[in-house]
C-alpha cells in the first residue's frame, strides 16, 4: 500500500502528465493511448520504471474487471506491455 501511494505521489507531483509519449504514430503507442485513457488521463511511459510498470498492469486488469471494462486482448496486451517496457524509466 505504501508503495503504491509513493507510486502516486510521484506521478501527480511531474509535470510531464499529458505531453506527447514517445514514438507516438506507433500501433503500440496508439493502443496504450486509446485502451490506458478510458478512466483517467493518460500515463506518461517515462514515469515509471518496469518494475513498477508490470505491477500497474497487474492492477489495471483488475479495474477493468471490476468495473466491467472490456480489456484488451491477449496480443493487446502484450504490446501494450512491450511499449511500456522499451518507454519505461
Ligand atoms: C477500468 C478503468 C481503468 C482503465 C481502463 C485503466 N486504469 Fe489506470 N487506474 C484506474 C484507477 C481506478 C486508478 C486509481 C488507483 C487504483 O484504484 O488502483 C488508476 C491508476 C493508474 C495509475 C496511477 C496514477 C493514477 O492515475 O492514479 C497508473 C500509472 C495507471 N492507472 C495506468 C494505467 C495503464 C497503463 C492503463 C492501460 C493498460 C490503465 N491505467 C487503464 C482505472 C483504470
Known amino acids: 500500500m505504501k508503495r503504491i ?3 502516486f505521489a510521484l506521478i501527480f507531483m511531474t509535470p510531464a ?6 514514438d507516438a504514430d506507433s500501433a503500440a503507442a496508439k493502443l496504450f493511448a486509446q485502451k490506458c485513457s478510458v478512466c483517467h488521463a493518460m500515463p506518461y511511459p517515462e514515469r515509471l520504471d518496469w518494475p513498477h510498470w508490470r505491477h500497474m498492469l497487474g492492477l489495471m486488469r483488475q479495474r477493468m474487471q471490476e468495473r466491467g471494462v ?3 486482448s491477449k496480443e493487446e496486451w502484450r504490446q501494450i506491455a512491450g511499449y511500456l517496457k522499451s518507454h519505461a524509466r
Not at 17 to 22: C, H, L, Q, R, S
Open 5 to 7: 501511494l509513493l507510486i
Open 17 to 22: 502528465w499529458g505531453a506527447e509519449i514517445p
Open 70 to 72: 472490456p480489456e484488451p
